[in-house]
Structures are given as C-alpha cells and as structure tokens.
C-alpha cells in the first residue's frame, strides 16, 4: 500500500507575511514541476503525494481535509514574542497543547480538532507524522500580497532550508522526484 501525503501551505495570501506557507507550497510544486492536476488528484506522477498550496482552513474543516492521509505537512507562518523574520521551526502535532477551554467546537485549535477527529473515527495521521514547518514573521495585518523586506530578504535561505529538510524527511519518491 502506498503511503498517502499531504503537504499543505496555510494562510492568507492577502495578509502579508501570513501567506508565506503557501508561497513555500507554491513553490515547491514549481520545483517539483507538478501539474495542476496532483495538487487533489489521484496518484499518478508522485504517487501518494496530494500538495494543497493555498489552504486557509482551521479546526474542524482542516481535519476533514487531512482525513486519510498518512502523514501531513503543514507550512505556516509564526510569530512569537522574541522571533525574527525568517528563523524557522520544525515539530509535530505532539508539541501541540489541546484547546483548555472549549465553549464552543468554533473554538477548537488544531490539536483539539485532531483529537476530536480521531474520536469520531477518521483516520487521521499520528501526531509524530504531523510535521509543522512555520517561519518566523514580521507582519500578518497589512493587507498586500508582498511578504514583508524583512522576511523577503530572507526567503531563498529559509525555503532552501525547509525543502532540504522536507526531503530528508519525505518519501523517497518525493527526494527523486525533486532533486532536493
């Protein structure tokens, strides 16, 4: 049986820095010279792997995206207290805390969402074959399709980074297929 993956670029590509997941998923697929037609479609070119470039989807809706894959991919963007434009992190859904009080399912973060799928009997993949790329930002509000000076000048070293590890940890048919 092949193994299916996902690899998802999140965000909004309106919002400055917040789209720079799905330029990273963007631009993966041009590397990877995929057609349009893999992005959904079925195996064929890459078997086993599904490239969503533009997902802005969370929660619940995000997991019936997922629903069926063995492994999941997301690349997002971050912005912590002391991060600088273009510093990335890399870890699973293990690291991800479950949402401490829920009032409403509108409120569930990913790791909730996760769990709450897995009760209901999707078949969702394990927490350790979650992998989460998110780089570091500067600014999510301004509304322009441009990544910020900061986090552009950075971007060939960060995306080479992020490809160079995705590719150690992809299927074989990803490295290949690549060249990464």
């Not at 995206?65 to 912005?79: Q, T, W, Y």
């Not at 971007?155 to 290949?176: K, N, S, V």
């Amino acid at each position: 049986m092949i193994e299916r993956t996902l690899i998802v670029g999140m965000g909004n590509p309106y919002l400055r820095d917040d789209g720079v997941g799905i330029r990273l998923a963007t631009d993966l697929m041009a590397r990877l010279d995929l057609p349009e037609g893999i992005r959904r479609g079925p195996a064929g070119i890459l078997p086993g792997l599904h490239i969503e470039p533009e997902c802005s989807l969370g929660g619940l809706t995000l997991v019936e995206l997922i629903d069926g894959f063995d492994r999941l991919v997301v690349l997002d963007s971050i912005d912590t207290r002391d991060g600088v434009p273009g510093d990335w992190h890399h870890f699973t859904a293990a690291s991800l805390r479950e949402t401490l009080n829920l009032s409403s399912v509108h409120d569930a973060n990913f790791a909730t969402a996760l769990e709450l799928g897995r009760r209901m009997g999707m078949r969702l993949p394990d927490d350790a074959e979650i992998l989460v790329y998110a780089v570091e930002v500067e600014d999510t509000l301004t509304f322009d399709t441009a990544l910020s000076p900061s986090l552009e000048a950075r971007y060939a070293e960060f995306a080479g980074e992020i490809f160079a590890d995705l590719a150690a940890a992809l299927p074989a048919t990803l490295e290949q297929a690549a060249g990464l």
